[in-house]
């Protein structure tokens, strides 16, 4: 599905009052503060890709404040992923503040007050991603709200190439393409921003933290062993067994209820996927889990459907998001 947005023809009183009420549709409230109400024009398309959103907008000068009575009776917490095509937009967050320009790309996370702005017309990218989509697979994104990321080369680069290419081409796909798009914007995302070295020593992050990441990031790569167990993972990243266990400590989570969690949503991201067409057996088998029986009981006490069923539903778009 694809929508299209503009003041063009709406009079030049009610312009600002349409463009917020616009906003909050495709993204989330927010206040506005325009510089020149009367004289304000602005566009939005916006592309729906699976669970991810993604939209292209130019506007005049314009000030996006997002105030903490805005999202407390909100239940599903969102990333911003921009990446400005022209003009420098600011954005602090969480005291921290950061310049971007176009050749970059920032996150904003939606339950944090925030403040965004550009001070000359504005041409701009924007992704919106649910938070539960990078936190099993970036640890604490809320973190790197401070960082401008590279959008001009590596996965930053084809993370940025794919934004241009999705709309020339989005009418020709299915909706199967379209989130397996959306699915591969996400990779693209998490790639560039794992790929910066910055994400490793950021905000509070200390050495601990750094072989988290790096504990976390092999298990992923090997999900699929069913001999993964802590003893193979401190082997295969030169720690000790205690360590380990040291490092997890302040997760609040084991090394096993993290390698399950991790599973269970490989499991359901790939029956949610039209794209596998894999029996329910094989993709448990895959991810790790050779009994059949005992996956379906894991998989129903944590999503509160079989995954037979979940799979079914989710693909007739019967089932609500989860």
């Known amino acids: 599905m ?16 349409y463009w917020h009420e616009a906003i909050a549709r495709a993204y989330f409230p927010l206040n506005l ?41 909100e239940r599903d917490e969102h990333f911003l992923v921009t990446v400005p095509a022209r003009s420098e937009v600011y954005f602090p967050q969480c005291g921290k503040d950061v310049h ?29 991603v649910e938070a539960k989509a990078l936190g099993g697979r970036i640890r604490q994104p809320d973190s790197f709200c401070s960082l401008q ?13 794919l934004l241009h290419l999705i709309p020339l081409r989005f009418d020709a796909m299915t909706e199967e393409v379209h989130a397996t798009v959306g699915q591969q914007l996400v990779d693209l995302l998490v790639l560039a921003v794992k790929g910066d070295e910055r994400t490793l ?60 969690d991790q599973r269970l949503e490989a499991w359901r991201a790939a029956l949610k996927d039209q794209a596998y067409h894999q029996s329910v057996a094989e993709i448990a088998n895959r991810w790790g889990f050779g009994d059949q029986a005992q996956f379906s009981r894991i998989f129903k006490a944590q999503f509160g459907i079989p995954p037979k069923e979940f799979r079914e539903q989710t693909r007739a778009g019967r089932l609500a998001q989860r």
């Open 2 to 17: 694809k929508r299209t947005i503009t003041t063009a023809n709406t009079p030049a009183m009610d312009r600002s009052s």
């Open 201 to 260: 020593t950021t905000g509070n992050s200390t050495v601990c933290e750094a072989h988290l990441t790096l504990i976390e990031s092999f298990i992923r790569k090997n999900l699929s062993d069913r001999q993964l167990d802590p003893e193979t993972i401190a082997r295969a990243c030169g720690i000790s067994m205690r360590y380990l266990h040291e490092v997890f400590r302040d997760t609040n989570q084991t090394v096993g209820s993290w390698i399950r």
């Open 100 to 128: 971007c320009n176009p050749g970059g790309f920032i996150l904003e996370r939606n339950h944090e007050p925030y403040e965004f702005s550009h001070n000359e017309v504005a041409d701009l990218w924007a992704m919106k």
């Open 33 to 73: 503060r325009f510089r020149s109400p009367g004289d304000f024009s602005g566009d939005l398309s916006i592309w729906q890709l699976g669970d991810v959103s993604l939209s292209r907008f130019t506007s005049e000068a314009l000030q996006y404040r997002r105030l903490s009575n805005h999202f407390k009776t």
């Open 149 to 161: 990321f590279d959008a001009s080369q590596g996965a930053g680069g084809l993370f940025s190439d």
